[in-house]
C-alpha cells in the first residue's frame, strides 16, 4: 500500500500537469488571436491609408463639411482618425464641434474596417507578421491535437483531485494525527481513501500516461517542419479553419469565390471593373461577382436571396456601357418590373430606361433600337415581341428559374433573345444542387455546349462538389459565404406597379376618400393573381422557402392579414393579431418556432411587433409603410437582435405612383427616412454610431407625439394629391 505521501504526491501532480496542459491549449489560442491582430492591424492600417475622405462623407450622411481638410492637406480617414481633435478645430473653417465629429467618425470607418478585414496570409510576400501567424496556429494545431481528446479527463482530475489534497495532507502529518480530534483524523482517512481509489482505477493510470505523451510532445521541438510556409501550403484548408475557429472571423476566399477554378478567379481577380457610371459601393463578394459574369460571358448567378444580385448585374451593366455597349435588356416577372426601374435609377448613372410592356410595347421597342439604352420588359411580354434587330451587349433574365420549361413559349422567347446578346446573366436565388434537370435547362440558355455534361451524380456528392463541378458557368455564395460578421440587416424596397384591376381597385379607393383604403388597395383585388404586392409576397416566400429560411409578414391591417393567411394557406402560422391574447401570443411564435419545416408567421404589426422573439424568421416582408419609423424598427427588431444567426432581410413591398410614395415624402420632410427605402449605405450600416439619428426621433415627433390633427390633415393632403393624379374631382 502507498504511502500517504505517495498518494499526495501523485495526485497533485496530475491535477497539476492537466491544468498546465488546459492553460497550454487557452495560451495557444489567445496566441493565435494576438497574432492575427498584430496581422490584422497592418492590413487595416493600409486600408485607411487609401480610404479618401468620401468615406467620412458617407459615413456621416454628408452632415459634415470637408473641403476645409481637403484644404488643410487632409485626404485619407488614416490621417483624420490620427489627428488630435485640438489640431482639427486650428483648421480654419472647423470648430470643436466639427472637429470632434470627425475624429469619431473617422474612428466609426476604422472600426467597421476592422470588423470587415481578416488577414489573409500572403504565400508570396510572406510578411514576418504572417509568418508568425502560421507559428502560432502551428502550435495551436498541435495543443488541440494533443489536448482536446482528453479534455473530459483533465477536467475531472483539476475539480476532482486538488479539493481532496487539503485533507490527505492531515493524513501525512504525524503530529497533526495524533493531536486532531477523532472527526479530523476520520475525515482525513476517509478523503485519503477517495484519493488512493481514484488513483488505483485503471483509467486514471491511463491518463498519467497520456498526459505524460502529451506534456512531451509539446516540450519537444523536433515535430515542428523546418517551413511553416510549407505546412500550410500542404493544408491551407485545414489552416483557414483553424484561424476563423480561433479569431470567430468567416470562411476562407474559396467559398467567396464559389469554387470557381483557380485559372478563372486569376483571370477574374486581373480584371479591373469600370465602376464609373456606378453609384453604389459594392461588397467585395459582388465586386467578384460581376466580374465573374464578365469573365465568363454567359453565365448564372445564384447567389442566396438578399445579397445584391440586381447590384451585380448593374454593375456588368454599367461595365460595359463604359465600353461602349449600347443596348441592354432586363426580363423579369411583372411583380418586379417597376422595382428594376427604381434599382437602375438609384444605384447608376445609366440615364435611358425604356418599358417595353404594355399596349404601347411596340412603340416603345422602335424607341429602344433607334437610340439604345435598358430595355425592361416582362416575361409574358418578351414572348408578344418579335426578336431584337440590334445586337445586345448584355441581356440579364431575372428570376430565370420561370424558363425552366424548355417548350414554354417564354422560355422560347428567352433564348431566341439571349442569341442576340454578347453578354448573358441569368439570375435566380433558388437554389439549383438538387434539381438538376431544371439547372440543365437554364446552362443550356447561356452554354448548350456544358448543358450535357451536367451529371445528376454531382449534386449528390453534396453542395459543395456540385458547384465545383459547374463552377464554370455557375457562381453562387450562400449569406453565410460572404456575411461572416455579427448577422447584418439587408434592406430591400421591392417596388410593384398598380395596373389592371388593381389600378381601378385604387381608383375607387381615392375617388372615395378614404385614407386606409387607398393604403390597402393593392390587397384588395378580386382574384389573387391581380394583386401585384400579393404576387410579390408569394415570390419572396417561395425563394425564402426554397432556401429553408422563415418568414414573418407584417402588416398593419387585419383584411390584409386575412388575405395573406388565405394565400400561403397550411404554410402561414397564424394570423397573430390584437385580439390574441399575450399568452397566446408568445404560444404561436414558439409554435412557429418549432416548426420543422419552413413557415410564414403572419402578425398585425402592432401585436406582433412589442415584447416578442422571433429569431427563427431571418425574412421580414413590410406590406405596407406606416407612419411612424419606430413601429417598423421594432417589428424589425424581433427578429434582428441578439440570438439572430442568420442576415436578415426586410422586403418593404411599396406601390409606385401612389399613396405609399406620397407617405414616404411627407416622412422625408422631417428625415432621411425617404432615403432608407431606396437608397442604402454600406458604411452607414456599418458604422450606425457615426450617424446622426435625430432626425429620425423627429419625425416619430410629427407623427406620433403631436395632435392626431396633424396626421389626419397630412392624410387628407395626400387623399387631394391623388384625386388631382388621377383627374378626379375634389
Given at each position: ?24 491549449h487557452?495560451r ?40 476645409p ?65 502560421l ?11 494533443l ?12 475539480t476532482?483531485l ?14 497533526r ?14 478523503a ?6 481514484h488513483?488505483?482505477a ?114 456588368v ?6 465600353a ?13 418590373l ?9 444605384h ?26 435598358i430595355a ?6 418578351l414572348?408578344l ?35 442576340r ?21 437554364l446552362?443550356a ?5 456544358l ?55 385604387y ?7 378614404s ?9 384588395a ?21 426554397a432556401?429553408n ?29 390584437g ?21 410564414v ?130
Open positions: 500500500m502507498s504511502e500517504p505521501s505517495d498518494i499526495v504526491l501523485r495526485s497533485a501532480r496530475l491535477a497539476g500537469d492537466a491544468q498546465a496542459l488546459l492553460d497550454e487557452t495557444a489560442r489567445g496566441e493565435v488571436e494576438r497574432r492575427h491582430d498584430v496581422a490584422r492591424h497592418r492590413a487595416v492600417a493600409a486600408t485607411l491609408a487609401t480610404l479618401g475622405l468620401d468615406s467620412l462623407r458617407e459615413a456621416t450622411g454628408d452632415r459634415i463639411r470637408l473641403a481638410l481637403e484644404a488643410a492637406g487632409f485626404s485619407t480617414v488614416a490621417q483624420v482618425a490620427s489627428a488630435a481633435e485640438a489640431d482639427l478645430d486650428r483648421i480654419e473653417g472647423i470648430g470643436p464641434q466639427s472637429a470632434a465629429q470627425l475624429v469619431a467618425a473617422a474612428r466609426q470607418v476604422g472600426q467597421a474596417v476592422r470588423r470587415a478585414t481578416r488577414a489573409q496570409l500572403d504565400v508570396d510576400t510572406r510578411p514576418p507578421e504572417h509568418t508568425d501567424l507559428v502560432a496556429l502551428r502550435d495551436l494545431d498541435l495543443a488541440h491535437q489536448i482536446e481528446p482528453l479534455r473530459a479527463g483533465l477536467e475531472w482530475a483539476v476532482t486538488p479539493p481532496e489534497n487539503v485533507a490527505s495532507v492531515l493524513a501525512t502529518k504525524r503530529l494525527r495524533l493531536f486532531a480530534g477523532r472527526h479530523r483524523r476520520d475525515e482525513a482517512e476517509a485519503l481513501d477517495r484519493v488512493r481509489q488513483l488505483a485503471p483509467t486514471t493510470a491511463e491518463l498519467e500516461s497520456q498526459v505524460a505523451v502529451a506534456r512531451a510532445r509539446l516540450a519537444d521541438p523536433r515535430w515542428e517542419p523546418a517551413d511553416p510556409w510549407d505546412d500550410y501550403l500542404a493544408r491551407p484548408v485545414h489552416y483557414n479553419g483553424l484561424l476563423a475557429d480561433a479569431t470567430g472571423l468567416g470562411p476562407d476566399e474559396v467559398a467567396i469565390q464559389g469554387f470557381a477554378p483557380a485559372e478563372i478567379v486569376a483571370e477574374i481577380e486581373r480584371l479591373e471593373l469600370n465602376t464609373a457610371l456606378l453609384v453604389t459601393s459594392l461588397r467585395g463578394y459582388q465586386s467578384f461577382g460581376a466580374r465573374f459574369a464578365l469573365v465568363q460571358r454567359r453565365t448564372i448567378l445564384g447567389d442566396d436571396m438578399g445579397l445584391g444580385k440586381t447590384l451585380e448585374a448593374l454593375a451593366l454599367c461595365h460595359l456601357r463604359s461602349g455597349g449600347t443596348h441592354f435588356a432586363v426580363v423579369c416577372p411583372a411583380s418586379v417597376a422595382n428594376w426601374e427604381h434599382e437602375i435609377r438609384r447608376t448613372e445609366l440615364d435611358r430606361v425604356i418599358r417595353l410592356h404594355g399596349t404601347d410595347r411596340h412603340d416603345d421597342l422602335d424607341q429602344w433600337v433607334t437610340g439604345g439604352g425592361l420588359t416582362t416575361f409574358d411580354t414572348r415581341l418579335p426578336p431584337p434587330p440590334v445586337e445586345l451587349a448584355a441581356m440579364v433574365v431575372d428570376e430565370a428559374h420561370f424558363t425552366k420549361n424548355p417548350e414554354a413559349q417564354r422560355t422560347r422567347a428567352v433564348r431566341t433573345w439571349l442569341s446578346s454578347g453578354h448573358r446573366l441569368l439570375l435566380t436565388g433558388t437554389p439549383m444542387e438538387n434539381r438538376v434537370e431544371e439547372f440543365r435547362v446552362v440558355h447561356v452554354r448548350p455546349d448543358a450535357g455534361a451536367i451529371d445528376g451524380t454531382d449534386a449528390v456528392a453534396g453542395a459543395d462538389a456540385f458547384r465545383r463541378a459547374v463552377a464554370p458557368v455557375y457562381l453562387r455564395r450562400n449569406q453565410a459565404d460572404v456575411l461572416a460578421e455579427l448577422p447584418p440587416r439587408i434592406e430591400i424596397a421591392d417596388w410593384v406597379r398598380l395596373d389592371g384591376p388593381v389600378a381601378d381597385v381608383r375607387r379607393a381615392v375617388g372615395a376618400g385614407f386606409m383604403a387607398m393604403r390597402r388597395a393593392a390587397f383585388t378580386e382574384r389573387p393573381e391581380e394583386s401585384p404586392k400579393l404576387v410579390r409576397l408569394r415570390e419572396i416566400v417561395d425563394e425564402a422557402m432556401n429560411r422563415k418568414v414573418v409578414v407584417f402588416s398593419f391591417f387585419r383584411d390584409v392579414i386575412d388575405r395573406v393567411c388565405a394565400e400561403l394557406g397550411p404554410l402561414a402560422v397564424g394570423p397573430l393579431t385580439d390574441v391574447a399575450p399568452d397566446d401570443r408568445q404560444a404561436l411564435v414558439d409554435a412557429f418556432t418549432a416548426a420543422p419545416e419552413p413557415a408567421l403572419v402578425s398585425q404589426i402592432e401585436a406582433g411587433g412589442v415584447g416578442l422573439n422571433i429569431q427563427a424568421a431571418s425574412v421580414v416582408i413590410l406590406t405596407e409603410p406606416q407612419w411612424k419609423p419606430t413601429v417598423e424598427e421594432q417589428a424589425i427588431a424581433r427578429c434582428h437582435r441578439m440570438g439572430q444567426v442568420r442576415p436578415v432581410e426586410v422586403h418593404r413591398l411599396l406601390g409606385e405612383g401612389s399613396v405609399d410614395e406620397r407617405m414616404l415624402a411627407v416622412l422625408a420632410t422631417k428625415s432621411a427616412l425617404f432615403a432608407e427605402y431606396v437608397r442604402q449605405s454600406e458604411m452607414k450600416e456599418a458604422s450606425p454610431e457615426a450617424v446622426d439619428v435625430s432626425d429620425l426621433a423627429a419625425v416619430d415627433d410629427l407623427v406620433a407625439d403631436l395632435p392626431e390633427a396633424t396626421v389626419g390633415s397630412a392624410e387628407q393632403r395626400i387623399v387631394a394629391l391623388e384625386r388631382e393624379r388621377l383627374g378626379l374631382p375634389a
